[in-house]
């Protein structure tokens, strides 16, 4: 395992989000990754903010690592009219998908859990997301570059899908999977320095 800087913690990102990965290696830090394990799925009447809370805190306490190990854990999902919309299975869903929040606002929410021994902090951050209207012709485009399909709500702001995206209100990390300004107040929370 990789350490991060002289005096700091050891950090272990429990995912395997090659996009929460780009945004810790630009902070400049340095991190193993052991994705946690976990069932995913939404239980009955959860609402969207309830589900990436408790599968982040899952997520945190999921993977085992050394004492003095800072962990990691975060869960993304859209939110469009409160129905949790995850990643597309094929092109039908990433069709409907797209249609559902073209021309419009959704939310994207992500739960973010840091873990230090014995020392836990988690929160939700929400961020709200205009969407253009989306075409046919560009729907199908889109699905055509593959973007879509490991994509929560079908699209990627930092992707080819950030050309569908009209405006963002509240953090842009957090629509890419990781609200790096929260996760450095939750680090500190619990003890760890991240900066």
């Given amino acids: 395992m990789s ?4 005096g700091r913690a050891p950090i272990v990102l429990a995912s395997g989000s090659p996009r929460r990965r780009e945004l810790l290696e ?19 009447g959860e609402p969207p903010l309830d589900y990436v809370q408790r599968l982040s805190i899952e997520k945190a306490a999921a993977v ?54 014995d020392r836990s902090a988690t929160t939700v951050v929400s961020t709200a997301v205009e969407i253009a209207p989306i075409d046919e012709a560009t729907a199908a485009w889109y699905i055509a570059t593959g973007e879509p399909f490991d994509k929560a709500g079908g699209y990627a702001l930092q992707g080819a899908g950030g050309v569908f995206v009209a405006g963002v209100e509240g953090s842009v990390s957090n629509v890419i999977g990781l609200p790096l300004a929260e996760l450095v107040e939750l680090a500190r929370r619990v003890g760890a320095e991240l900066l």
Avoid: N
């Fill in 3 to 6: 350490t991060a800087s002289s």
């Fill in 26 to 44: 630009q902070l400049g830090l340095a991190f193993a990754i052991r994705a946690a394990d976990i069932d995913e799925s939404v239980r009955d």
């Fill in 64 to 117: 085992p690592v050394p004492a003095g190990t800072l962990v990691i854990a975060a869960d993304t999902t859209v939110d469009v009219d409160g129905v949790i919309f995850g990643k597309p299975a094929d092109e039908t869903e990433a069709r409907s998908m797209l249609a559902a929040i073209s021309g419009r606002r959704h939310h994207v929410h992500t739960g973010v859990t840091v873990r230090l021994d």
